[in-house]
């Protein structure tokens, strides 16, 4: 059985995106207190550039400010929030994290171009549903703490998988009744991006 000092990354659905070399910048990957359980913050490339020989080149785009639970025991991630810069590049999170993503699952995704005074429930395939809410200057993880009602100092004295749990498993409890928005009506209605800065793909 997997427990906490034995859980790995490779254990979990982790592991699997860490061999398809999709789990970047990396601010914690270890296991969490919950034991059977793995915790990742960083970002999950969603689309790769062309690769010329054996260069190096970032993604084409990625989802962005990842704050994820794996559970070994079930292979699935049952909490995730994240940023996207675009609201089309929803499709390619349903795609890449298709194995991975379950119906009672809880998956919020901060949007760059939609209404700021906009928040969406948004079917995806296999029953997922993820949770929208617009998001410019701030962060996915000071967004989250102000939409649990979770202040800085509750956690601040807590160690870093710690803190990603508590959240965590606050978001789960949260219940967001957002109106639901089908994925192609997003995309028709959605906003220009804004531009973090010239080099990004929009």
Do not use: C
């Not at 990396?26 to 296991?31: G, M, T, W």
């Not at 292979?75 to 929803?90: D, E, Q, S």
């Amino acid at each position: 059985m997997t427990t906490l000092e034995t859980v790995r990354l490779e254990d979990t659905a982790f592991g699997t995106l860490a061999a398809q070399h999709r789990l970047l910048n990396a601010v914690l990957k270890e296991p969490l207190p919950k034991a059977g359980t793995f915790g990742f913050r960083g970002d999950i490339a969603l689309a790769f550039q062309d690769q010329v020989a054996d260069e190096a080149r970032p993604p084409a785009y990625s989802l962005e400010q990842v704050l994820a639970v794996a559970d070994a025991a079930s292979g699935k991630i049952p909490v995730m929030a994240g940023y996207l810069h675009n609201f089309a590049w929803l499709k390619d999170v349903a795609e890449v994290l298709a194995d991975f993503l379950v119906p009672e699952g809880t998956y919020l995704f901060f949007v760059n171009n939609i209404d700021f005074l906009k928040q969406y429930t948004v079917p995806l395939p296999g029953g997922i549903t993820a949770k929208i809410l617009p998001l410019d200057e701030s962060t996915v993880w000071k967004e989250t703490l102000e939409l649990v009602g979770i202040e800085k100092n509750d956690v601040k004295k807590m160690s870093g998988p710690e803190k990603l749990e508590h959240v965590l498993n606050a978001l789960a409890d949260e219940t967001m009744a957002y109106p639901e928005l089908s994925y192609e009506d997003g995309v028709a209605t959605m906003e220009p991006v804004r531009n973090r800065n010239e080099n990004r793909p929009v």
